[in-house]
């Protein structure tokens, strides 16, 4: 039942592959919204994360999360962000540690499982809202997925969750971006995240030693050096291991919906899960065959983007 075999999406017939639809919408969408309240708080470990609110007296709440080296001001956050409130949602938008304008004062980043932080957020919201849903992109998706199965029944002013693009296994997923043809995805990563690392060091020498960073080829290498080791894991594949989002699914309490294109540069086969997918009570899977990677374009310029839709209308049942 929760696997939807049919799937309305449409590309444009012009973005006549995953990388093109990956890649247009990353490169030329453009959303204005009106500037939004920031807010810094402060997490138990005395560092900080930066919340960008979108009030409007609204009585539930939209917390997005974004994708690896994005934030909370990019063009796919803004747009769901938009659909949001034009119906009246409260949406807040938010940035991990080391994705705002100010990098965090401490040694670590963030990663796929942070979910410490992603509590710290819902907490806080809690304060002014009797229920939110979540919405995360790529990385934000695992990160959702991940902390709605660690909390199972015990987040009942959780109402909804929707992960897009989403990277299910993510240890197949890192050797996918790695692969021959996406090493412009893979570069322009490890550009930003190489960038980061030689910033903090100034502050964490002995925590961050940048020697390493020459021999850095991929984002597995990546992660056995830095996020692994830095957040607590021995090397790459157990942090890979921990923190795959596929190993949560089947103790979501919470109606989630997976929306994973089948041409998604990012995503490998473990990524679609479809006997899982006809076994759980609670995970909806949609899985288009087109829509690269958060992309999803309209055919027509003026409609929602896809999945924006999708997420809309999946939170708005029986709300």
Not at 254 to 268: G, Y
Request: a neutral charge; proline letters at 5%; aromatic letters at 12%.
């Amino acid at each position: 039942m929760p696997l939807i075999s049919d799937s309305s999406y449409k590309r444009p017939k012009w973005l006549f592959n995953g990388h093109l639809e990956t890649i247009y919408p990353a490169l030329f969408r453009k959303v204005t919204l009106r500037t939004p309240e920031r807010e810094r708080i402060k997490t138990p470990d005395k560092d900080f994360l930066d919340l960008d609110w979108y009030r409007q007296n609204g009585a539930h709440l939209i917390i997005i999360c974004h994708g690896l080296e994005g934030n909370s001001s990019r063009p796919y956050m803004l747009g769901m962000a938009r659909l949001f409130l034009e119906d009246g949602y409260d949406v807040m938008t938010w940035n991990y540690r080391g994705c705002g304008e100010e990098l965090n004062q401490n040694a670590i980043f963030y990663h796929s499982g942070a979910t410490y932080d992603l509590q710290e957020v819902v907490q806080h919201s809690l304060k002014d809202y009797d229920s939110v849903s979540l919405v995360g992109f790529s990385l934000g998706g695992n990160l959702v997925l991940k902390y709605l199965g660690e909390k199972g029944e015990s987040i009942s002013q959780i109402k909804k969750g929707v992960a897009v693009s989403v990277p299910l296994h993510l240890s197949s997923s890192s050797k996918k971006i790695s692969e021959t043809e996406n090493t412009l995805y893979s570069k322009r990563f490890l550009r930003t995240l190489k960038k980061k690392v030689i910033q903090k060091a100034k502050e964490h020498p002995e925590q961050i030693p940048i020697h390493f960073l020459k021999n850095i080829k991929t984002l597995s290498d990546f992660d056995d050096v830095y996020t692994g080791p830095l957040h607590g894991f021995s090397d790459a594949e157990e942090y890979y291991e921990i923190n795959s989002s596929i190993n949560f699914l089947k103790d979501i309490r919470t109606p989630t919906l997976v929306l994973n294109a089948q041409n998604d540069p990012f995503l490998s086969e473990l990524c679609f899960p479809e006997k899982m997918a006809k076994e759980l009570e609670n995970v909806f899977f949609e899985f288009p065959k087109h829509g690269g990677h958060v992309g999803f374009t309209p055919q027509n310029s003026k409609d929602p983007y896809y999945s924006d839709q999708r997420a809309f209308e999946f939170i708005r049942m029986d709300i």
